[in-house]
């Protein structure tokens, strides 16, 4: 065989790679979306199986099983009813259906709300993980109060407080499990100023107003920072446990 | 026009998937047709068309008999033909007796066209032209007409597409080889979902299918979906109850919660220890339920068996804080485990304030203030309440005493 030398064979070997690996990705490509197209072909019907056919599909436990693996792994959820005549009356599964995704929601989110979620963007949020048929469209706020109100019995866990004009916040980390008061001890000490003021919080913590607030509001009522009206600008809140630290330092 | 048929969009026997496209417009001869905005799919014996989605749901969609169709040509789109052909031209054979009724009973024209929005798919053109040639109607005992589908016997193989039969090699070969492994996943999820009976019978291969699906475009895009609670819920829905208990199996509630509570105990002990010893109820009762799937229970089930934990003999407790939010909690994360850990902290730091053990242990000063009190009462832990607040130091009597 006869061995290639010189600049131009190496550049021609360069460029047959290059034209190999350009295929190569394009196939990838193509492949890829096959794959996307395919996994649309099976969360619509998948969507739309768990809507018909959820009582059949209950009644067989194998089955049951094989759909529940193949709605996670395409990420459709099978609790789908709609709101029907006996949802009304409050039996039913629908308001447990949306009470399982109303918690879902909050998990999903509270490593950047904290636990705190306006009922505008939770009912966003589970509409959108839902699907897309227009009966999860219809799903309104109040069925969201109502889902939620089934859950007092677990203690005040999970509560929505009423902010006014129509809108809610729903909290869903309990005091005891609030690792926010915590946060912002870190912050504080972490400046070395031994106070914080609120939109330090929401600069450099990525907060909202109200989960700033209502740490610091918290930590006030338990006597853990004391307030400060006197700067210009805003209130500040000052951490008596850090004084000597700081002054020592 | 007239050689079309309405029927439902369901494969003959021997008749096989090969290929789909979208937003596919049809032409009688030249003029418009309200057939607009259409999914395509062709098979070895047919072109079908339909409203976007209705083809997967096995929805009456419209049929054409690939046998009318005696040559192809591709017509270019815009004035000057720019942007590559758009159309496909289908001239056609005379209309059959004994044709299902279709959306014209005649027409003057002895042509079709398909018009391709994005433009024709060369695979697609392709794949028609070959199954043309292929005539796969003319094999023998399955022949194009629903009717014929019950009389067809056990020699009727599905039938050979002109593809396969090709020795494959090179790069194009590769492509093939992919592109039909694809054709064949497309056609069984189409036929598997069907109906519900359908679905059952292949439920096997679909979840190996929708799993190998999920790997790819996780390998490729790092998730199935952007959204936060769409990967959350396909985690939790993925750590699955194989038999949920339900309250039909059991004679009286109190067998059933005592079942019940058994099943959350053996499935929360991980989700547990992974999260530091303690959930609030809520959280429990969304995971129980997602891992139960359509068998949901109530919170006051989820209540009831929570309080027989303790009865069971099980590894976590119910617990109320003075709050009132419930909590399930691990045993380790009992008054004397507590008292023990929070002991070893304070000899080790020498002194604790509710705010440094919360930053230590990595709780809420609420709960970090509450351990420091069990440790306190069981006598391990010594107040030291002043003007600078409250701190708590190691008890010295009990160990300097002995």
Redesign the interface.
Request: aromatic content about 4%; some cysteine.
């Given at each position: 065989m006869r061995r290639h030398a010189g600049v131009g064979a190496i550049q021609k070997q360069r460029l047959q790679q290059e034209k190999y690996r350009e295929k190569g990705s394009e196939i990838q490509e193509n492949q890829f979306q096959q794959m996307s197209k395919q996994l649309e072909v099976f969360r619509e019907n998948l969507e739309e199986f768990a809507t018909k056919h959820k009582n059949e599909i209950k009644k067989n436990a194998q089955f049951r099983r094989q759909f529940q693996e193949m709605c996670a792994a395409i990420g459709v959820d099978p609790l789908a009813s709609g709101k029907g005549f006996w949802s009304v009356l409050g039996i039913g599964d629908f308001y447990y259906e949306i009470g399982v995704q109303i918690v879902e929601v909050c998990l999903a989110t509270n490593y950047k709300n904290g636990g705190l979620i306006t009922l505008e963007e939770l009912r966003t949020r589970l509409i959108a993980a839902r699907g897309k048929a227009k009966i999860h469209q219809e799903i309104t706020n109040e069925d969201l109060l109502v889902a939620v109100k089934k859950l007092r019995i677990f203690g005040n866990g999970f509560t929505v407080v009423p902010m006014g004009k129509g809108k809610w916040l729903v909290q869903s980390v309990p005091g005891e499990l609030n690792l926010d008061q915590t946060l912002v001890l870190q912050k504080a000490s972490g400046l070395g100023t031994a106070w914080v003021s609120i939109s330090i919080l929401i600069d450099d913590l990525g907060w909202t107003e109200t989960r700033a607030q209502n740490a610091l509001n918290h930590m006030v009522k338990e006597g853990l920072a004391w307030v400060d009206t006197q700067d210009t600008k805003e209130t500040l809140y000052w951490f008596p446990s850090m004084f000597s630290e700081c002054v020592a330092a | 026009m007239d050689r079309f048929e309405y029927i439902e969009a369901r494969l003959f026997e021997g008749e096989n998937y090969l290929k789909r496209d979208k937003n596919v417009k049809i032409y009688d001869g030249d003029d418009k047709t309200h057939f607009t905005d259409g999914e395509v799919v062709l098979t070895t014996h047919r072109i079908l068309w339909g409203k976007p989605?209705d083809i997967?749901?096995g929805l009456v969609c419209l049929s054409l008999h690939l046998y009318y169709v005696f040559c192809i040509e591709e017509e270019s789109g815009g004035v000057f033909g720019l942007g590559g052909p758009k159309r496909i031209l289908l001239h056609l054979g005379p209309a059959l007796p004994g044709k299902r009724p279709g959306p014209a009973v005649v027409s003057p024209f002895h042509f079709v066209k398909f018009s391709f929005k994005d433009g024709i798919d060369q695979v697609f053109y392709k794949a028609l032209t070959d199954a043309v040639a292929a005539k796969a109607w003319e094999r023998p005992a399955t022949i194009s007409s629903p009717t014929s589908v019950t009389s067809s016997n056990a020699s009727s193989k599905p039938t050979v597409t002109p593809v396969n039969s090709k020795i494959r090699s090179g790069?194009v070969g590769?492509?093939r080889s992919?592109e039909e492994q694809?054709r064949a996943?497309?056609q069984s999820?189409?036929v598997a979902?069907q109906d519900?009976k359908k679905?059952?019978e292949k439920?096997?291969d679909?979840?190996a299918?929708?799993?190998n699906?999920?790997t790819?475009?996780r390998d490729?895009q790092g998730d199935?979906?952007e959204?936060?609670?769409?990967?959350?819920?396909?985690y939790?829905?993925?750590l699955?109850i194989?038999?949920p208990v339900t309250r039909d199996a059991f004679r009286s509630d109190s067998d059933y919660y005592l079942g019940l509570s058994q099943q959350i105990s053996d499935m929360m002990v991980a989700v547990l220890m992974d999260c530091g010893g303690?959930?609030?109820?809520?959280?429990v009762?969304?995971r129980v339920?997602?891992a139960r799937?359509?068998?949901?229970i109530?919170?006051?089930d989820l209540?009831n068996a929570c309080k027989l934990l303790q009865t069971i003999g099980a590894p976590m407790t119910l617990r109320?804080?003075p709050?009132?939010?419930?909590?399930l909690q691990l045993n380790s994360q009992r008054d004397e485990e507590v008292a023990k850990t929070t002991c070893e902290l304070l000899e080790e730091n020498g002194y604790l304030?509710p705010?440094?053990l919360?930053?230590i242990a990595?709780?809420?000063?609420?709960?970090a203030r509450?351990r420091l009190f069990t440790t306190e009462r069981l006598g391990m832990a010594c107040r030291d309440e002043s003007i600078?607040?409250l701190a708590f130091y190691p008890n010295l009597f009990l160990r300097e005493a002995s």
């Open positions: - | 989605g997967p749901k790069i590769i492509e992919i694809h996943t497309d999820i189409s979902f519900l679905l059952m439920a096997k679909m979840v299918i929708s799993k699906i999920s790819k475009i490729k199935i979906s959204d936060d609670t769409v990967r959350f819920k396909a939790l829905m993925s699955g194989d038999d303690i959930m609030s109820l809520a959280d009762w969304c339920n997602r799937g359509l068998e949901l109530s919170p006051e209540l109320k804080f709050s009132g939010a419930c909590v304030t705010v440094k919360s930053q990595n709780v809420s000063v609420l709960l509450e600078e607040g």
